[in-house]
């Protein structure tokens, strides 16, 4: 966000439908180029048929659709299963089949995804987004984003090994949580909290939220902070709270005085398991591997 909070409010109920996907998982490395615009990576895909581009984001538990992109490719459209409380209102979201999905070297055959209202999002990343890539194309292949190169690397399964400091990660919502530690002011103690790791997540070096803010040190935070919208979900804008941590750390590395966003209106980080995100600032000038086979994500950045 501002979208920092990403297309995050999705995540929880996109996860069921995402069973369903089958990639084909690639043995030697393929490249894929991609383009960046306002830290949101644009990937070519081929829809049914139709070239187009998409939104690669680990924050998003399942593919999504724009709801009325969805309806001009005729589309079998489902009854809502649901809302989607992110930002602003509450988006309803449909059940939909996409009948072939080639993503780099993977093809996806009727794979369930969800019919969902993006505008908001194109809106704040200023283009078009119709489809957002989430956990199925990350899960049966490495995937290397390599920010300065602006490339995509498929790998085979288990090449994180090769990093020198994999983090393990869990899937929650379908996205990808981490263990990491918030040092809040100079001199606190401290704090372990749980980040997704999110592509989407794109002002911020981290988005925190739930009961971390409740602690003293959020509340510290909030207080010396600037209000203000920190993001944009499917409904809308994120408002929240703009300040600074004195330091990070994520594996054996330490990011210290970081930008953060605070919020209480991302509703995947109020149910008392992820704390909040990871975001683009932190690793724009360098890379990061997602491992699903493996369940870890490596950092590769400058010293």
Same mark, same amino acid.
């Given at each position: 966000?501002?979208?920092? &909070?990403?297309?995050?409010?999705?995540?929880?109920?996109?996860?069921?439908?995402?069973?369903?996907?089958?990639?084909? $998982?690639?043995?030697?490395?393929?490249?894929?180029?991609? $383009?960046?615009?306002?830290?949101? @990576?644009?990937?070519?895909? @081929?829809?049914?048929?139709?070239?187009?581009?998409?939104?690669?984001?680990?924050?998003?538990?399942?593919?999504?659709?724009?709801?009325?992109?969805?309806?001009?490719?005729?589309?079998?459209?489902?009854?809502? @299963?649901?809302?989607?409380?992110?930002?602003?209102?509450?988006?309803?979201?449909?059940?939909?089949?996409?009948?072939?999905?080639?993503?780099?070297?993977?093809?996806?055959?009727? +794979?369930?995804?969800?019919?969902?209202?993006?505008?908001?999002?194109?809106?704040?990343? *200023?283009?078009?987004?119709?489809?957002?890539?989430?956990?199925?194309?990350?899960?049966?292949?490495?995937?290397?984003?390599?920010?300065?190169?602006?490339?995509?690397?498929?790998?085979?399964?288990? #090449? &994180?090994?090769?990093?020198?400091?994999? @983090?393990?990660? +869990?899937?929650?919502?379908?996205?990808?949580?981490?263990?990491?530690?918030?040092?809040?002011?100079?001199?606190?103690?401290?704090? +372990?909290?749980?980040?997704?790791?999110?592509?989407?997540?794109?002002?911020?070096?981290?988005?925190?939220?739930?009961?971390?803010?409740?602690?003293?040190?959020?509340?510290?935070?909030?207080?010396?902070?600037?209000?203000?919208? =920190?993001? /944009?979900? /499917?409904?809308?804008?994120?408002?929240?709270?703009?300040?600074?941590? #004195?330091?990070?750390? =994520?594996?054996?590395?330490?990011?210290?005085?970081? /930008?953060?966003?605070?919020?209480?209106?991302?509703?995947?980080?109020?149910?008392?398991?992820?704390? *909040?995100?990871?975001?683009?600032?932190?690793?724009?000038? *360098?890379?990061?591997?997602?491992?699903?086979?493996?369940?870890? =994500?490596?950092?590769?950045?400058?010293?």
């Amino acid at each position: 966000m501002p979208r920092a &909070a990403s297309f995050l409010a999705t995540v929880a109920l996109l996860t069921l439908l995402s069973t369903g996907a089958r990639a084909q $998982q690639t043995a030697a490395p393929v490249q894929l180029s991609f $383009q960046l615009q306002d830290n949101l @990576i644009r990937v070519p895909v @081929i829809l049914n048929g139709q070239t187009m581009e998409a939104a690669l984001d680990s924050g998003t538990g399942a593919i999504a659709i724009d709801y009325a992109f969805a309806q001009s490719l005729h589309l079998d459209i489902g009854a809502s @299963i649901g809302m989607v409380p992110g930002g602003g209102r509450p988006e309803p979201m449909y059940p939909v089949i996409l009948d072939h999905l080639d993503f780099g070297p993977e093809h996806f055959s009727f +794979t369930p995804a969800i019919a969902v209202d993006l505008t908001h999002l194109s809106d704040s990343a *200023g283009f078009p987004i119709r489809l957002l890539l989430g956990l199925p194309v990350f899960r049966e292949s490495a995937l290397r984003v390599d920010y300065p190169a602006h490339t995509l690397t498929f790998l085979s399964a288990g #090449a &994180a090994d090769a990093c020198a400091d994999p @983090i393990p990660f +869990t899937l929650y919502g379908g996205a990808p949580l981490i263990a990491a530690s918030v040092v809040a002011r100079p001199g606190s103690a401290p704090q +372990t909290v749980h980040l997704i790791v999110d592509l989407g997540t794109r002002r911020f070096a981290a988005m925190l939220g739930g009961k971390f803010l409740s602690s003293p040190d959020g509340q510290a935070l909030q207080a010396a902070g600037h209000p203000g919208q =920190v993001g /944009t979900g /499917t409904g809308g804008a994120v408002e929240g709270t703009v300040a600074s941590i #004195a330091g990070l750390t =994520v594996g054996s590395r330490r990011f210290p005085n970081l /930008t953060v966003a605070l919020t209480h209106n991302v509703g995947i980080l109020e149910k008392g398991v992820a704390d *909040g995100t990871l975001g683009v600032p932190l690793w724009q000038n *360098g890379a990061v591997t997602f491992d699903y086979g493996r369940k870890a =994500v490596c950092f590769d950045l400058p010293k």
